[in-house]
């Protein structure tokens, strides 16, 4: 069941982390938080000192119950609230939270189909979230993560999703630049790299798509074209922040 949403609440930063050159994990204690389900998201409200605030939702990367929220914040140049969180929020600062927010873009311990996550970018968030809930409930359903991204050095959670004891596997797909030694040339995430790297239709998979806008309508519709059903495909986008 989807965890109710709560009024806004005041979280204090406990942890940080860098993630890549331009992003880091941010993790809060909130008293009082509801815990959250794998794939929902939050919205984080920051108060200047002559009482402007704005306002954003981003992805939550931790799941369960407790009362901590994992973040984890990717800098956009013309941001107004993601460059903050990033260089400027120290441990023991304090922003407004509310949520936990979405049912839908959500995966919980008892489903049952097969399931396949395709992340670009940042999008790869709440797939965290949902692949350490899959570990945690120690779940026999099949996951496995296809995580495009335009350079190795732009990969959230590396060594998280590389792991050999990972109970979900994850395929790393480039567009631009690729490791040394590696198999496949950088490019676009085509028809053909989704039929080899996904499970296919004939598994009745249900398939999450995240990351920006033009990423997730381009999949969606190479799915659907690919025989997956429009009902099984869940999508989620994002802007600047």
């Known amino acids: 069941m989807t965890r109710p949403a709560v009024g806004w609440l005041t979280g204090r930063l406990v942890r940080a982390n860098p993630l890549t050159a331009s992003a880091r994990s941010i993790t809060f204690a909130v008293p009082s938080w509801p815990g959250n389900d794998a794939g929902q998201h939050v919205d984080v409200r920051l108060t200047s000192p002559d009482g402007y605030q704005a306002v954003r939702s981003y992805s939550i990367a931790s799941a369960g119950t407790g009362e901590e929220i994992e973040l984890a914040i990717d800098r956009l140049p013309d941001g107004e609230v993601?460059?903050?969180?990033?260089?400027?929020?120290?441990?023991?600062?304090?922003?407004?939270?509310?949520?936990?927010?979405?049912?839908?873009?959500?995966?919980?311990?008892?489903?049952?189909?097969?399931?396949?996550?395709?992340?670009?970018?940042?999008?790869?968030?709440?797939?965290?979230?949902?692949?350490?809930?899959?570990?945690?409930?120690?779940?026999?359903?099949?996951?496995?993560?296809?995580?495009?991204?335009?350079?190795?050095?732009?990969?959230?959670?590396?060594?998280?999703?590389?792991?050999?004891?990972?109970t979900a596997r994850t395929t790393w797909h480039y567009t631009r630049t690729v490791p040394p030694g590696w198999s496949r040339s950088a490019g676009r995430l085509t028809a053909e790299v989704l039929t080899s790297e996904t499970l296919p239709p004939e598994q009745a998979p249900l398939t999450y798509v995240c990351g920006p806008t033009g990423f997730v309508e381009t999949v969606s519709r190479a799915l659907t074209n690919l025989g997956h059903a429009p009902h099984t495909i869940r999508t989620e986008r994002f802007g600047g922040n």
Do not use: C
């Open 82 to 166: 993601s460059p903050f969180l990033v260089n400027d929020l120290e441990l023991g600062d304090t922003i407004e939270f509310r949520g936990p927010l979405g049912g839908w873009f959500v995966w919980r311990p008892e489903q049952t189909p097969p399931i396949q996550l395709i992340a670009g970018g940042s999008g790869v968030v709440p797939f965290v979230a949902m692949i350490r809930a899959h570990a945690i409930a120690s779940s026999p359903v099949p996951m496995q993560l296809l995580y495009s991204l335009r350079t190795p050095n732009d990969a959230f959670f590396r060594d998280e999703l590389s792991k050999p004891t990972a």
